[in-house]
């Protein structure tokens, strides 16, 4: 059977329109119009200079912020293909997903939130991206923000959590208690897996490990593996590698595709709006992907992320961060110019955040060499 869910693609021709109304395009649709702007967004290209895991210096050929978005834009524009959703509306939340991510990846969005936290706030990338989007890209006279469509943000809001009205006072505009399309609900499974591939991926060209010990943790890339190694016996081993990685991301996306056809039709769901009140989200892997992705995910925990050479630069990364964000807090006037008048009207401690979370690896490390 094929795997179609075309009576749940969220018609474009539904959208509830923009903050601040605009004509329609006389050829693009909505979501499309939502996609370009995003990729012609500061803010998105700012992505290139953001860490996905891996420290420059090490290798030139990592993945940054940037090239990890257009992984998941890939992964997840395949499946909603394949099920027949709106390939437009997944491709602008795709690569909208970590507009909102600080320099240094994960590592400086939990010391941004570390350093919120001692005033009572907090700091989260999803959020912050909402912001980016709705106020901080000034590149329109008419509105401020990108003004995309509702259905784009509340797909931003809710990329990888539900919530209830009232548990985030800031989203209550997004339907609180409801869930995303099934375009919105492909966005994080999609990173899940382009983004454990991806570190598999770097993580054996940076030689944190050998193809043994992903095979002894791994058992569906110690089949691929073997597979590989019977047709292509005289390929070099790292294009035997790619080989498999590629075979491991083919059986994930599949897995992605049948798990979240199967959950729909085991649900009885035959329209949007059965989707936004179902008690769970119908995106998901089968089991066998699902226990693939788990043994993946642990082993990259054990063997890259708590790495020697990875460790060591989110704490000399996190001391940056904390350094700069103390500096800014003693004396606000080091602020540039926007973010001083800024100062004056909202808390201090969230004008420093913003400015620092927009700052690309590079900009944050200049600025701390000038500064501290």
């Not at 420290?55 to 992984?71: K, V, W």
């Not at 499974?189 to 002894?216: H, K, M, Q, W």
Request: charge should be negative; proline fraction near 6%.
């Amino acid at each position: 059977m094929k795997p179609t869910l075309g009576h749940l693609r969220f018609p474009v021709s539904h959208a509830r329109g923009r903050r601040y109304p605009e004509l329609l395009h006389p050829y693009r649709n909505e979501f499309q119009r939502d996609r370009d702007r995003i990729v012609h967004a500061r803010a998105f290209r700012r992505l290139e200079d953001k860490t996905q895991v891996f420290p420059p210096g090490i290798s030139d050929h990592f993945r940054n912020r940037l090239t990890h978005t257009i992984e998941v834009s890939q992964i997840a524009r395949t499946a909603a293909a394949v099920l027949d959703l709106d390939e437009d509306f997944t491709e602008a939340l795709a690569l909208a997903h970590d507009l909102g991510h600080p320099p240094f990846g994960h590592a400086g969005e939990q010391e941004l939130n570390r350093q919120m936290r001692k005033y009572g706030d907090r700091f989260d990338h999803n959020l912050h991206a909402l912001r980016i989007v709705e106020t901080f890209e000034q590149r329109y006279a008419r509105f401020p923000g990108l003004n995309l469509t509702f259905e784009v943000r509340e797909g931003m809001a809710k990329h990888s959590r539900d919530f209830k009205a009232g548990q985030f006072p800031m989203l209550d505009e997004y339907l609180p208690g409801q869930k995303p399309p099934v375009e919105a609900q492909l966005i994080d499974p999609a990173d899940e897996i382009a983004y454990n591939t991806a570190d598999l991926d770097d993580g054996y060209t940076a030689r944190l490990f050998s193809v043994d010990d992903v095979c002894a943790a791994v058992p569906e890339f110690a089949e691929v593996w073997n597979k590989m190694e019977f047709q292509f016996p005289g390929a070099p081993e790292k294009v035997r590698f790619s080989e498999a990685v590629r075979g491991l991301i083919d059986t994930l996306v599949s897995g992605l595709i049948e798990g979240t056809s199967q959950s729909a039709r085991q649900a009885g769901l035959e329209t949007v709006g059965d989707v936004r009140h179902h008690s769970s989200r119908v995106a998901r892997l089968t089991p066998p992907a699902e226990a693939t992705n788990a043994a993946l995910k642990s082993f990259l925990q054990r063997k890259v992320y708590q790495s020697g050479v990875v460790l060591r630069e989110r704490q000399a990364s996190a001391g940056m961060i904390t350094a700069l964000f103390e500096a800014f807090m003693k004396d606000p006037e080091k602020l540039p110019e926007p973010y001083v008048d800024q100062a004056t009207e909202d808390s201090v401690h969230r004008v420093v955040c913003d400015y620092i979370a927009g700052m690309t690896d590079g900009f944050l490390r200049r600025t701390y060499d000038q500064m501290i």
